[in-house]
């Protein structure tokens, strides 16, 4: 048994701009600083935890979350309200460059051991495009806010899971 409710909105998006839609989804969900951990699990307390990640290669953007069962509805509002924040360009110069910051960091890291290679190339391999992590960032570099927005644009909802705690019984 649990006391917390799980919930993941998922999306499908037709948009190939996986550079973009990385940049959304820390922007959005995945960093301290993205819109959804600020505002809907620190500023209302919706949620336990809300993040957000884009799985590029299947065309589909999740949200999931740790939420009372009394808070679902207005998490979920909560959290399309946020996307629309995106979806109309409100997108701030810290969000950019926080991103941008996790981004480097992230490519940094490859390298550190022989086997950060090895995953790095093998990744690369199965997405078809075998390229090194300083011009995996550098692509980042190039995706302005307009591309961001046109990926937050393309998302459209497809189904919502719960999995929901026991009712306690009065």
């Known amino acids: ?3 917390q409710c799980k919930a993941v909105m998922a999306f499908k998006t ?5 550079y973009a839609l990385k940049m959304l989804s820390l922007i959005y969900g995945e960093m301290p600083f993205s819109k959804l951990f600020l505002n809907v699990r620190e500023k209302m307390s919706l949620c336990y935890y809300c993040a957000s990640h884009s799985v590029s290669v299947k065309g589909a953007f999740f949200v999931d979350c740790g939420v009372e069962r009394s808070n679902i509805e207005k998490a ?3 959290i399309t ?3 629309n924040e995106i979806r109309q360009g409100n997108i701030t110069d810290m969000e950019m460059e926080g991103s ?3 981004l480097d ?6 390298g550190d051991t022989p086997s950060s290679y090895i995953s790095w190339y093998f990744d690369c391999f199965c997405d078809g495009d ?12 190039e995706v302005t806010r307009e591309r961001i927005v046109e990926a937050a644009n393309s998302l459209k909802p497809d189904s919502i899971y719960l999995m929901l705690n ?3 019984q009065g």
Request: net charge negative.
């Open 76 to 78: 979920e509002a909560e």
């Open 81 to 83: 309200a946020q996307l």
């Open 130 to 141: 075998i390229i090194s992590p300083e011009e995996h960032f550098r692509r980042f570099t």
């Open 166 to 168: 026991k009712e306690v």
């Open 14 to 18: 037709d948009s190939d701009d996986i």
């Open 1 to 3: 048994d649990v006391n």
């Open 105 to 110: 960091n992230a490519v940094l890291q490859i």
């Open 100 to 102: 941008l910051m996790a």
